[in-house]
């Protein structure tokens, strides 16, 4: 099973955001809470944590700029 790794919405407003840089390398083990990207909006950056355990799948490359929603990721569990 894979649990996505979506674009949140940050604030009320917000209708897309940069990926700016992968804080995992794809095939990595990451842990739920872990901090896996960096999401650039109008506003600030901000950390992504990881929803899940699991081996990181990247969908998305860097520096791609991305509506709320979109999959960049999915987490492959055991």
């Known amino acids: 099973m894979a649990v996505e790794?979506?674009?949140p919405q940050l604030g009320?407003?917000?209708?897309e955001g940069e990926l700016?840089?992968?804080?995992?390398?794809?095939?990595a083990t990451v842990s739920t809470g872990d901090p896996i990207y960096v999401?650039?909006?109008?506003?600030?950056d901000?950390?992504?944590?990881?929803p899940a355990d699991g081996v990181l799948r990247i969908k998305v490359q860097e520096r791609?700029?991305?509506?709320?929603?979109?999959?960049v990721a999915e987490i492959e569990q055991a």
């Open 20 to 27: 700016v840089e992968w804080l995992v390398a794809d095939g």
């Open 46 to 50: 901000n950390e992504i944590e990881a």
């Open 5 to 7: 790794v979506r674009i």
């Open 64 to 71: 791609e700029t991305c509506e709320v929603g979109t999959l």
């Open 12 to 15: 009320v407003t917000m209708q």
């Open 39 to 44: 999401l650039g909006t109008d506003k600030a």
